[in-house]
């Protein structure tokens, strides 16, 4: 069953007096347990496609249904709601606070979900291990590789339990070697956890633990 889906989704950007389309007719599905990969060169709408599917940008036309209700972009309030609710993200930059440590990035993640004290430390312990950090819980972003870090990321991005998590090109800054190990995490967590994962990336090591791989063209997508 599908638990992300996007019907016939456009964009429309106003610069100026300039009407930019982006989306046109874009239309996806994710079922739970599956892995995504969404390829495309730069200005080819994926990025934009990416932020409306999380939430973070309203569609100008179409429909976006998450976990199996239909978000509203009428009431563009709600979305930061089902992005808790819904969502985990894993971004290029990993995007980690860079005074606080591993273990407290992940556990302020689950504080902005609502889990606060000893369960959301425990919480957040049980993720890093998870993504085999164990001994570096303490350890600030400046002193961890990369790889590391993006593991952090993705204990993050799983705080709460999404049934979603949504990757931006995850092993852009990883070499070769620590980008396959990134890849088969999350393989892992799409098929022993039984989450949808959605990938925009121009990685062609990602095609080899994906289920599908969807291309977009000038906001136009082909499978």
């Known amino acids: 069953m599908s638990v992300l889906q996007a019907h016939d989704v456009t964009k429309v950007f106003q610069e100026g007096r300039e009407s930019v389309s982006v989306l046109h007719g874009a239309s996806l599905q994710v079922g739970r347990g599956e892995v995504v990969a969404l390829e495309g060169p730069s200005g080819s709408g994926k990025t934009t496609f990416l932020s409306i599917l999380g939430c973070i940008l309203t569609p100008t036309s179409g429909r976006i249904v998450v976990d199996g209700r239909e ?40 504080n902005i979900k609502g889990r606060r004290g000893r369960e959301a430390r425990q919480e957040a312990r049980r993720l890093l291990e998870e993504v085999g950090l164990a001994d570096r819980l303490e350890f600030l972003p400046r002193d961890l590789s990369g790889g590391q870090k993006q593991r952090v990321a993705i204990a993050r991005a799983l705080a709460g339990d999404p049934p979603i998590v949504l990757a931006d090109e995850p092993t852009a800054n990883l070499d070769s070697q620590v980008g396959g190990q990134v890849l088969e995490m999350f393989r892992d967590l799409a098929r022993k956890e039984n989450r949808a994962l959605l990938i925009v990336t121009h990685d062609p090591k990602v095609r080899e633990i994906a289920d599908r791989v969807v291309q977009i063209r000038d906001g136009r997508l082909a499978a």
């Open 71 to 110: 978000v509203d972009p009428r009431r563009p309030g709600r979305l930061p709601e089902v992005r808790k609710r819904s969502i985990g993200f894993v971004f290029q930059q990993f995007n980690l606070f860079p005074a606080l440590t591993a273990l407290e990035n992940v556990e302020y993640a689950l």
